[in-house]
């Protein structure tokens, strides 16, 4: 039978066997601060490979060995786990970093414990350090961290156990404009992220099962009674050993402002279109169906607006004729918009109204359509009309009338498309010439086959050709083509030389 001593011996073999070949790594240390044996996951987590290497003692250990707290508040004398367990304390899961001597930075993250093994006298009789390697997993949570920091998506998250949030990024406080000691420590429910939330339930429910939480709409508290409109989903995550939701939000404030600014200007739109004096209406780009049309559209054409709406101008024949529509169509749709063009707009009961019309694209509501707005200009086509027939009347005596007032009679009477001239006097006879000059003196067929001694069938056929030649289709038209030209009658019959083209 062996002594006490030898049977300590044995048990302390016995346990050293039992605990040699964990990968935790056990330090073993007397009561007289002698470390007595360290199995080779603790030497390893120290970067050696002897006893001695990692010290004989307690002391010796923290001369080798430099500890701090992950904040970088080194370990002094007393405060070294080794210490607080020759002090008889038992603890759980300190984490310190440790470095060889003389290192500026640390090697090793260590997640210590410690047991008080006592004898048949409830005395201490040996002190065991528990030590796990922890250095992978603090690298990849400060990495997570560093990420989580960096990113400018605004991000929250909560410790599952109890429901309170243990990290806060910038992105989140910029955007809400919270001090961050303000966040950290809240419970989900002090900062409720999901209020006003239609699926604030679920997402309740969601949390409390550790599971993903779907996007949802939610308005935001923010410091000041106010609250921002918010996207937020909440992502299943582990930190260490626990679990935690990881929330993450967009900012939909922009979006609401944009909406609201939208809705104000299609609000002080719709106004000016309703009240506008002048027709206006608005249909889609795309077969040009009729959305709205203003009171003084209906005023103008007849049309009510529930008989228009949905309908095309082709159906409701809108125009004079199917070649005006497609004519204005195709402009549209080539160029985007056009300004100024003269067209006859048709009424419900058949009535033409000769008319200005203008158009462009718009958006409304975020659909591309097409705004029509139309000018009535009959009554002022009418008074052209009758200055110019009034000025006819008194075309038998030309010659008091000045240039200026010949060349705006010919522009209003004959308008010429842009870029395009009539024909010039090389295209008439000397024969013909001599005829219109006669003409343009306020002359009639008899008297100009007197003065030519011509037949009066004679001179109606020069005349016909002349209007051919010059493009013209009325004798007022022919004697302002004259006049422009400075062909005088008497000049051409006498053989004078006249104004070149």
Request: overall charge negative.
């Amino acid at each position: 039978m062996v002594d006490t001593l030898d049977g300590r011996t044995v048990e302390r073999r016995q346990l050293q066997q039992i605990i040699g070949g964990l990968s935790e790594g056990v330090i073993l240390i007397d009561p007289d601060q002698t470390i007595n044996w360290a199995n080779d996951a603790a030497l390893r987590m120290h970067g050696v490979a002897t006893l001695e290497g990692l010290g004989r003692t307690v002391d010796e250990y923290r001369h080798r060995f430099q500890l701090r707290y992950r904040n970088n508040h080194p370990l002094t004398e007393g405060a070294y786990p080794a210490d607080r367990v020759l002090a008889g304390e038992v603890f759980a899961d300190v984490v310190v970093e440790v470095a060889r001597t003389g290192e500026a930075e640390p090697e090793w993250v260590h997640r210590v414990r410690s047991l008080v093994l006592t004898d048949g006298r409830d005395q201490p009789d040996c002190l065991v350090l528990v030590v796990t390697d922890a250095t992978d997993e603090i690298q990849a949570i400060e990495r997570f961290e560093r990420a989580f920091n960096a990113n400018p998506a605004p991000a929250l998250i909560c410790r599952i156990s109890d429901l309170r949030f243990i990290r806060v990024n910038q992105g989140f406080l910029d955007m809400t404009g919270y001090a961050r000691e303000a966040i950290v420590g809240r419970s989900v429910y002090e900062l409720d992220v999901m209020s006003g939330a239609d699926k604030r339930e679920l997402g309740k429910e969601r949390l409390a099962a550790w599971s993903t939480i779907p996007q949802m709409e939610a308005c935001l508290p923010l410091p000041e009674a106010e609250s921002k409109l918010v996207i937020v989903a909440g992502q299943p995550i582990e930190i260490g050993d626990e679990k935690c939701m990881l929330f993450t939000f967009a900012d939909l404030e922009p979006r609401r402002k944009a909406e609201s600014a939208l809705r104000n200007s299609e609000e002080k739109f719709a106004k000016t279109f309703r009240l506008a004096p002048v027709p206006m209406k608005i249909c889609t780009l795309d077969g040009f169906r009729i959305l709205d049309v203003n009171d003084a559209f209906v005023k103008e054409t007849g049309w009510s607006t529930d008989e228009v709406i949905g309908r095309s101008p082709a159906e409701i024949e809108l125009w004079d004729a199917a070649s005006t529509r497609r004519k204005l169509e195709k402009e549209l749709i080539e160029g985007g918009s056009f300004r100024g063009r003269e067209a006859k707009l048709k009424t419900k009961n058949g009535a033409v109204i000769d008319s200005l019309v203008s158009a462009d694209t718009v958006t409304i509501g975020g659909e591309v359509c097409v705004l029509d707005v139309f000018q009535d200009i009959t009554e002022r086509k009418a008074t052209e009309m009758e200055l110019v027939d009034a000025i006819e009347q008194v075309m038998t005596d030309t010659t008091w009338f000045s240039r200026g007032v010949m060349e705006k009679l010919a522009t209003m009477r004959s308008p010429q498309p842009v870029g395009t001239t009539k024909a010039g006097l090389s295209n008439l006879t000397p024969k013909e010439r001599q005829v219109l000059g006669l003409v343009s003196q306020g002359l009639d067929d008899g008297e100009i086959a007197e003065k030519l001694f011509l037949s009066r069938t004679t001179i109606r056929n020069h005349v016909a050709r002349i209007y051919a030649k010059i493009d013209v289709h009325r004798r007022s038209e022919a004697i302002v083509w004259a006049r422009e030209r400075g062909i005088v009658g008497l000049d051409t019959v006498r053989g004078k030389k006249t104004k070149a083209d």
